[in-house]
């Protein structure tokens, strides 16, 4: 799995150090920037999935920073955050209204800031769930949201564990989740089953939607392909 990257753009040598070695420490491939302009210039090549912003600095202010990558596209759901000094509320709301997901004041204490990141970036894993609430595979549309499935068109009525099941292996096609994985993410770990709830479930399924879609591979678990 590819690093998550971050770009910090600060005119303070000390504080890029800091923030650097704290993110490098919790395995983000990190950049880091001296003023706007770099930072943009970095932010376009790297296109980073989280950017921390001073707001204070030389050629191009943190503000105009966010500004103008808002502008962008491919910017447009970029997490950015700015450093802003302690009781600066002035810079705190210009920060956020020209699209800023956050501050965070300082001084800075490592650990209150990698908590903050971490925050931050669960942002990204719920944007990411919900990319993924419609999923078009081969004739079939799976929809989280509404709890349903159709094929061709035509709805098909899936019990819940069956749907949670389905929704499970369609979000990754391809992956082969082991039986526990199934177990754990479907009906959880505090749940007790009989060995066989998974392939009752799956012969259910395949009777359903067909059986071309869900693979069995013998002695791990089950894929979705199409």
């Given at each position: 799995m590819s690093k998550i990257k971050i770009l910090i753009v600060d005119d303070e040598p000390d504080i890029l150090e800091i923030l650097r070695y704290n993110l490098e420490k919790e395995d983000y491939e990190v950049y880091t920037a001296t003023d706007g302009e770099e930072g943009v210039g970095l932010?376009?090549?790297?296109?980073?999935?989280?950017i921390i912003l001073d707001i204070m600095m030389p050629k191009?202010?943190?503000?105009?920073?966010?500004?103008?990558l808002r502008a962008k596209e491919v910017f447009k759901h970029t997490i950015i955050t700015f450093l802003t000094a302690r009781n600066e509320d002035y810079s705190q709301i210009a920060?956020?209204?020209?699209?800023?997901d956050d501050y965070i004041t300082k001084p800075i204490r490592p650990r209150v800031f990698l908590s903050r990141i971490k925050a931050l970036l669960r942002r990204l894993?719920?944007?990411?769930?919900?990319?993924t609430e419609v999923i078009e595979a081969g004739n079939l549309v799976v929809n989280k949201e509404r709890v349903s499935v159709q094929k061709d068109g035509r709805e098909i009525e899936l019990a819940k564990k069956e749907f949670e099941l389905l929704h499970l292996l369609v979000s990754k096609p391809g992956k082969v989740f082991s039986r526990e994985e199934i177990f754990n993410k479907v009906w959880g770990t505090d749940v007790i089953v009989g060995n066989r709830t998974i392939d009752v479930h799956i012969r259910k399924l395949r009777e359903k939607i067909g059986d071309e879609y869900i693979k069995t591979i013998k002695g791990i678990g089950y894929k979705f392909e199409f």
């Open positions: 932010a376009e090549r790297h296109l980073p999935q989280l191009m202010d943190g503000v105009e920073v966010c500004r103008t920060a956020l209204d020209v699209g800023g894993e719920r944007a990411s769930e919900a990319a």
